[in-house]
């Protein structure tokens, strides 16, 4: 004789597994993709910010021209980092610095401007930097 109450019984203990595990993959999935997030940011502002200082050592180029270069790198991504102004040591300006002087371009920006997911709540408060500092190759 057949007892159908133990299969009842077996679909009962999955859906009641289910149930548990489910909210903690999807929170560990949603955990990985900010993460990945996170990361991908990063690395585009450490590209930007390169690119970026790479154009503010060179002799001839301003404000405009390295605010260009970042947006272009940037273009596409979702990040918008504002106006960027690259920096020297004193006296100098970055502009006016004479050859071998460090200049500094640094980027930054509210993880939750670029988060994918507006929900979130796992970098929240978090703003993620990045900068990158060459040598003046003015006269």
Do not use: H
């Amino acid at each position: 004789m057949r007892r159908p109450w133990k299969r009842t019984l077996r679909r009962g203990a999955t859906a009641v597994e289910m149930a548990l595990v489910a909210p903690v993959f999807v929170t560990i999935l949603v955990g990985m993709i900010e993460a990945a997030r996170v990361g991908m940011v990063c690395q585009l502002l450490t590209t930007a910010a390169r690119e970026g200082c790479r154009v503010a050592v060179l002799d001839g180029m301003g404000q405009t021209d390295v605010q260009n270069r970042i947006t272009t790198v940037l273009n596409g991504s979702g990040i918008s980092v504002g106006t960027v102004t690259p920096t020297c040591p004193s006296p100098y300006t970055w502009t006016s610095a004479p050859s071998g002087t460090p200049i500094t371009v640094s980027l930054s920006v509210s993880y939750s401007q670029v988060s994918w997911l507006k929900f979130s709540w796992f970098f929240n408060n978090a703003t993620i930097s990045a900068s990158a500092t060459m040598s003046s190759e003015r006269p």
